[in-house]
Nanobody
Framework: VQLIESGGGLVQAGGSLRFSCAASERFSTYVMGWFRQAPGSQREFVAAISWTGDTTSYADSVTGRFTISRDNAKNTVYLQMNSLKPEDTAVYYC?????????????????WGQGTQVTVSS
């Protein structure tokens, strides 16, 4: 499975961005997740969503500001990011996992996108 992310860029604090991640094949049986990595930091969990979209989970740092969703007909997962903060600056990665439930554990995902940069200016 190839994952192609889009939607990154430069935004001022308080602004919004929306990521898309398109899969190269039918992905309705994959759990999908978003992770991010800031310079000098380890990759960290952001959000995840179940096959059907009924179950979502978020890192505490983004709860209430970010929303993950998916459209299985389009093989695409989204991450809506609102009220962005400078500390959200990072490279964001989309991930797909052949597992029954979403997880915040990066090794639980089998496929990764190339990453897209988000820079939030203060």
């Amino acid at each position: 499975v190839q994952l192609i992310e889009s939607g990154g860029g430069l935004v001022q604090a308080g602004g919004s961005l929306r990521f898309s991640c398109a899969a190269s094949e039918r992905f309705s049986t994959y759990v999908m997740g978003w992770f991010r990595q800031a310079p000098g930091s380890q990759r960290e969990f952001v959000a995840a969503i179940s096959w059907t979209g009924d179950t979502t989970s978020y890192a505490d740092s983004v709860t209430g500001r970010f929303t993950i969703s998916r459209d299985n007909a389009k093989n695409t997962v989204y991450l809506q990011m609102n009220s962005l903060k400078p500390e959200d600056t990072a490279v964001y990665y989309c991930a797909a996992g052949r597992r029954p439930e979403p997880t915040d554990w990066a090794p639980g995902y089998d496929y990764w996108g190339q990453g897209t940069q988000v820079t939030v200016s203060s």
